[in-house]
Structures are given as structure tokens and as C-alpha cells.
Nanobody, 114 residues
Framework: QVQLVESGGGLVQPGGSLRLSCVASRSIFSIYAMGWYRQAPGKQRELVAS???????NYLDSVKGRFTISRDNGKNMVYLQMNSLKPEDTAVYYCNGWPPSTPWGQGIQVTVSS
């Protein structure tokens, strides 16, 4: 099974930016689509963005125009660039296949607050 480790989170003020990274323990080339998910306190985990091997992307409506997902199969990496962050983006963020295809990692906390 692929193991996934997220990094790059932290505390940021509203309007700020963060770039999340996810490294896989082995090639993710065989995984057709990868996704970034998030789970806020008291809420269900939701898909934020996904990207296929061909580079097709999809986004949650609330993050369109602010977040950008990308992948580097040669480096077994998936990224999420988050701009114009809002307090409602506060959550633990995870990466996984889409649909989820491997055990969840620990995730990374993103807190947007002044």
C-alpha cells in the first residue's frame, strides 16, 4: 500500500497563502486521480480538489479560483496551493487517491485566523 505524508500547513491570517505538499512512499503513477481532502471540527471529510494523471482538475465550489492542485509523478508528489485563505478553510487537510485508495495519513492542520 502507498503511504502518504502531508506537510506545509500552519497558522495564517485571512487573505494569506499556504502550499501543502504530499509525498507518496512509492510511485503514484498507477493511481489515476489524486485528491486533497479536508475535515473541519464536527464536519465530515470532504474532497477539496482532484487531479487526474492527464492533468484534469476539479475543485470544491468554495475554493475555485483560490486553490490550485498539481502533481509531479516523477517525484511522487501532490501539491495544493492555497491563496486568499478564509477562516472557513480551517481544517485538517489530507491527500489520497480519488476515490480514496490507501490508508489515510495523519493530515496537516491549516488554521486561518487573525
Amino acid at each position: 500500500q502507498v503511504q502518504l505524508v502531508e506537510s506545509g500547513g500552519g497558522l495564517v491570517q485571512p487573505g494569506g497563502s499556504l502550499r501543502l505538499s504530499c509525498v507518496a512512499s512509492r510511485s503514484i503513477f498507477s493511481i489515476y486521480a489524486m485528491g486533497w481532502y479536508r475535515q473541519a471540527p464536527g464536519k465530515q471529510r470532504e474532497l477539496v480538489a482532484s487531479i487526474t494523471n492527464g492533468g484534469n482538475t476539479n475543485y470544491l465550489d468554495s475554493v475555485k479560483g483560490r486553490f490550485t492542485i498539481s502533481r509531479d509523478n516523477g517525484k511522487n508528489m501532490v501539491y495544493l496551493q492555497m491563496n486568499s485563505l478564509k477562516p472557513e478553510d480551517t481544517a485538517v487537510y489530507y491527500c489520497n487517491g480519488w476515490p480514496p485508495s490507501t490508508p489515510w495519513g495523519q493530515g496537516i492542520q491549516v488554521t486561518v485566523s487573525s
